[in-house]
């Protein structure tokens, strides 16, 4: 994770943006204020993803028993896409 300063940031955005794609590692700009976090758009849609996954109480139930059963017996049968994710 790469940290700078509001002035780089906003004095090189272009190159900052160029690296952060291309290194796939969080930007973190910092200011008096706080702080905020530049991510690749594709890395934030997987974390959106996690957190949908996380929330929905049978994925994460289904997410569980397949560790688990893989910590056992080393491989999962599987379920499909229906069984595991229910959307809202």
Do not use: C, P
């Not at 272009?14 to 969080?26: F, G, K, P, V």
């Not at 397949?66 to 080393?74: A, D, F, T």
């Amino acid at each position: 994770m790469r940290t700078v300063t509001l002035h780089t940031a906003t004095t090189n955005l272009q190159n900052l943006i160029a690296d952060t794609l291309s290194n796939q590692e969080e930007t973190v700009i910092v200011t008096d204020t706080g702080s905020v976090v530049m991510i690749d758009q594709q890395n934030w849609n997987g974390i959106l993803e996690t957190l949908k996954l996380l929330k929905d109480e049978k994925s994460l139930k289904a997410l569980l028993e397949g560790h688990k059963e893989r910590s056992v017996k080393g491989k999962s049968k599987g379920k499909s896409v229906e069984e595991v994710f229910t959307y809202v």
